[in-house]
């Protein structure tokens, strides 16, 4: 098993070594190779994360411990020794589905996508280089290697958001992201410290119990664990774009699609709720920062929700969709439901990839335009996007029996079972809100009539098998997974898997585990009828359906709904401009922060460097003073001996009579 | 005829005349050494001084040393010296200026000096000292020399032979250059 | 008086005195040589009066003495044959133009 793990980040990294090497040589060629290796990483990864969850020897026992083993000692300095470490758990293995299955996927899909792009071999570098930092993060079993390989991820997701670095935009996304991930990055650091400080290990499971021993010990204040958790908690925040971290991650779309189906929707962005579903044990001792975290998510998710709705960009609807949906999971996380939320993000790895997918397959048809205003009626153009992208906006919307019902459902029914009534309201809300920017997409994107440039619409195509095949497997997974792992509800398979290893937590933040029941199923009814009514609303809207079977867009209706509402149009300006939260970092950041930069650098040159410069020139000038008594001339330092023996030598007779 | 026992008319111990004799002819002749304009005449007048002092060692009882400083100094390094002043004078004559512009200076440190010497001999107290001079026997002193002190003794003896080796091959002219040295 | 420890030392000191003066005022080297070889002799005869007055160290004190006047014999040639090849090439014995000690 050893070697089957280790073969797993072999095999990315050995593409990425081969790839960067001579992929400029082998030019339309260059995928062979990184796709290959991914595909048999994908092969291996499978392997591995079945005999994890079906508790093959060396994972011992039913569902329960995992395996872990050292590469080899990577930094031995005394008491602090951090071992190159992998551990593989049944979390680990739900990740290593995910990662690896959308992974292979996009490298597929990225085969045909990327095909006339002059940079094709450094994308498949870039891409593969970026599957093994996300194997490694998944695996790693002490704080530090997760972090090292959380820094990787993110400069992976800048090389891409910056792949055509050419473009201004793009290089300032890359930069964005980049900046924006350092502010969680710093927090996530000074976690690690505080862990290294209090317990003095940085292996997961080593920490998670001196953790609890000291607690128990009462040598650790409570507010000391709190402060961790949401240190820990703060690069969670950067990584998975959660409110006020959240800038980057729509400026990311101007990476390629594929990068952001695997980036920015299915793998990177849930290291953070991974990590803090690692993080559990310290998490249960800290009922505040669990109580931040739901508070947090909630917002996030209800704030990305409600700015989705305006955005003219397809690529950034999905991408504040997936804002949303990663708030989702942290408010899963937040309210004690950890099987819950990585549960969805299972199931949003696949149908956001799917919805990712789809949308550069849209854009593909029409020549590399974004804008929804400039598409439409695209359902009978390209039917198989068409197919797949309308199961996963179902499965996005929460239509049962498709993935995100399962999952959404579970989160927003532990939310109103453990007590958080606001966080599952507000998720409910946002239920609603999802369906219904996820169906105006829908609407603007394939229904309705044509608005595509007459130039581009006679050329509209549907795009080669090797960006269909992908589409369709993710569809069919979307369609199959949330059933198979979440049937029946609070009782699935998922549960079996994940529940074992969450149950200390619960018991510590005294959860109970509560059979489904008929309130159960009342929060399900209602949360699918409040799916269906966002999900109606926008099919009234704006419209739905292709050819005999259609409801036009009433825009009569939206008119009258504007005039209806009061504030609507305050609404609707807030959401086109995102909250103003760009220009509001902006102001604080950029014009006042490089004011107070502006400042810090006239002190540095003036009163630091100044003193230091006036040091030098006091020596100098005192250099200069003095040099008039090097004469070279022997005599003149013998005087200064015998001056000298002078002096010594009265000084010690002014000893001796003292 | 017989030597009085003390010195006519001033009634002084002979070895007390002796010695202020010696001791004025010694400060004398260095007086002029590093007073007098004529280096040539500096250099007869040291040869004068260290003739003095050789007077001096034997008062002090110690035979042999006077005899060494008759024959190392008087004898050996004052012809050294007077060589090297013959062949390091130009032919400009005398120097006008003889001291350095530092020389009250060095005046003023030389007596502060003499005055800390002074004072530390009058202020010292120095043990089991005998109140009359100790003579030195010259075959005690033959024995100790080539006995406890025959490795110094030899060391010496090399290190002269080097400053010969050394004294010839710096003072030796360069083939390649000419010059009326 | 010259049965006293002090009058010879006062001696000595006298001389060394000098040797110091004349070290470091006169101009020319080989006056400077000469004003070493005064102080060497300054020490020499503080030497062997403490061997006359203090019977302990009496031979030793000569056999120290002897000593010195050969390292001061050796000093000597090696310290005028410098002079000679400074003066070679500098050609003047003034020391207070030697000043390569400056760069």
């Not at chain 1, 996009?106 to 194997?135: K, Q």
């Not at chain 1, 929700?305 to 997936?322: E, G, P």
């Not at chain 1, 937590?505 to 008929?518: D, K, T, Y």
């Not at chain 2, 005046?107 to 530390?120: E, H, K, R, T």
Request: overall charge neutral; glycine content about 10%; aromatic content about 12%.
């Amino acid at each position: 098993m050893e070697t089957l793990v280790t073969l797993l980040l072999a095999l990315p990294i050995a593409g990425f070594g081969a790839t960067a090497l001579v992929g400029r040589r082998l030019g339309r060629q260059a995928f062979w190779l990184p796709v290959g290796a991914i595909v048999t990483a994908w092969a291996v990864g499978m392997v591995v994360a079945f005999s994890a969850l079906t508790g093959q020897p060396p994972f011992t026992g039913e569902h329960g411990q995992g395996f872990g083993f050292s590469l080899y000692r990577w930094i031995p300095a005394g008491d602090f020794t951090v071992d190159l470490g992998l551990y593989v758990d049944n979390l680990t293995a739900a990740l290593l589905i995910v990662v690896c299955t959308v992974g292979m996927l996009v490298h597929v899909y990225s085969i045909g996508y990327m095909e006339h792009d002059p940079g094709y071999w450094r994308f498949f570098a870039y891409l593969n280089l970026f599957m093994f930092s996300m194997l490694l993060l998944v695996l790693a079993d002490n704080f530090l290697v997760l972090f090292v390989a959380w820094e990787l991820v993110g400069l992976c997701s800048y090389l891409l958001i910056g792949f055509w670095y050419k473009r201004r935009s793009a290089a300032l996304a890359a930069k964005k992201a980049f900046i924006v991930n350092r502010v969680g990055d710093l927090g996530f650091s000074l976690g690690i410290f505080a862990v290294w400080t209090t317990v003095g290990t940085l292996n997961f499971q080593d920490a998670f119990r001196g953790l609890d021993q000291k607690i128990a010990a009462g040598a650790l204040e409570p507010w000391m664990v709190t402060g961790i958790a949401l240190l820990i908690f703060t690069g969670a925040v950067g990584k998975s774009a959660q409110f006020p971290l959240h800038v980057w991650l729509p400026d990311a779309m101007e990476g390629p699609t594929p990068v952001s189906a695997l980036i920015h929707a299915a793998t990177m962005v849930n290291a953070g709720v991974y990590m803090v579903a690692r993080a559990n044990p310290i998490f249960a001792q800290a009922p505040e920062a669990m109580v931040v975290v739901a508070g947090v998510g909630i917002f996030t998710a209800i704030l990305a929700a409600s700015i989705a709705f305006t955005q003219n960009d397809i690529k950034r609807v999905l991408a504040y969709s997936t804002l949303s949906q990663l708030g989702y999971m942290f408010a899963g996380l937040g309210v004690g439901a950890f099987t819950a939320a990585i549960f969805h993000l299972v199931t949003h790895g696949f149908f956001k990839g799917l919805l990712f997918l789809g949308s550069g397959s849209v854009i593909h048809a029409v020549h590399e335009e974004q804008d929804m205003r400039k598409m439409g009626g695209l359902a009978r153009r390209i039917p198989w996007t068409y197919a797949t992208m309308l199961v996963g906006s179902l499965a996005m919307a929460g239509i049962p029996p498709l993935a995100g019902f399962f999952s959404k459902d579970e989160i927003l029914g532990s939310a109103f079972r453990n007590g958080f009534l606001v966080v599952w309201a507000v998720g409910f809300v946002v239920a609603g809100m999802s369906a219904f920017y996820m169906f105006r997409m829908m609407g603007l994107t394939f229904w309705g009539e044509s608005r595509v440039d007459p130039h581009v619409a006679a050329k509209i195509h549907e795009s080669p098998w090797s960006m269909r095949v992908p589409l369709v497997l993710l569809a069919a997974a979307t369609v199959v997974i949330g059933a198979l792992l979440g049937w029946p509800l609070e009782g699935g398979t998922i549960h079996a898997w994940l529940d074992p290893l969450f149950e200390p937590a619960r018991e510590l933040l005294g959860l109970e585990h509560e059979a489904f029941g008929g309130l159960d199923v009342a929060l399900v009814l209602a949360s699918v009828a409040m799916a269906t009514l966002g999900l109606a609303g926008a099919v009234r809207l704006f419209g739905a359906g292709a050819g005999r079977f259609r409801w036009p867009a009433r825009l009569a209706d939206r008119d009258a709904l504007v005039a209806s509402v009061p504030g609507a149009r305050f609404l609707y300006r807030a959401s086109v401009n995102k909250w103003w939260f760009d220009d509001l970092y902006h102001l604080l950041f950029v014009v006042i922060g490089g004011r107070a930069g502006a400042a810090l650098r006239w002190f540095d040159e003036r009163i630091v460097d100044g003193s230091v410069n006036g040091i030098a020139t006091v020596t100098v000038a005192a250099g200069r003073g003095l040099r008039v008594i090097q004469t070279g001339r022997v005599q003149n330092y013998a005087m200064g001996i015998a001056l000298g023996l002078v002096a010594l030598t009265l000084a010690y007779l002014a000893g001796l009579f003292r | 005829m017989t030597i009085p026992a003390t010195v006519p008319v001033l009634g002084w111990a002979w070895d007390d005349l002796l010695f202020l004799g010696l001791a004025g002819i010694l400060l004398g002749a260095a007086l002029l050494v590093v007073l007098g304009r004529d280096i040539i005449h500096s250099g007869l007048w040291m040869m004068l001084c260290f003739g003095a002092l050789a007077g001096v060692y034997a008062l002090l009882g110690a035979p042999l040393v006077a005899v060494a400083q008759v024959l190392v100094y008087v004898g050996a390094i004052s012809v050294l010296v007077l060589f090297a002043i013959m062949l390091t004078q130009s032919k400009a004559g005398p120097l006008r200026l003889v001291f350095h512009r530092q020389a009250w200076v060095a005046a003023i440190a030389s007596i502060v000096l003499f005055a800390l010497f002074v004072v530390v001999v009058a202020e010292g107290d120095w043990p089991q000292r005998a109140a009359e001079v100790t003579r030195t026997a010259t075959d005690q002193l033959a024995r100790l020399l080539f006995n406890d002190y025959v490795l110094p003794f030899e060391g010496v003896g090399v290190l002269l032979l080097a400053a010969v080796i050394g004294g010839v091959y710096l003072a030796k002219r360069d083939p390649g250059q000419g010059g009326s040295l | 008086m010259s049965g006293s420890l002090d009058a010879y030392l006062l001696l000595a000191g006298a001389l060394f005195s000098i040797g110091v003066f004349g070290f470091l005022a006169r101009r020319n080297a080989i006056a400077m040589l000469m004003s070493i070889e005064l102080m060497l002799n300054a020490v020499n005869l503080a030497i062997v009066t403490f061997g006359a007055f203090v019977p302990a160290l009496t031979t030793h004190a000569s056999v120290i003495a002897l000593m010195v006047m050969a390292v001061a014999a050796g000093e000597a040639t090696v310290g005028l044959a410098i002079v000679i090849a400074i003066f070679r090439n500098r050609r003047t014995p003034l020391v207070d133009e030697y000043d390569a000690m400056r760069e």
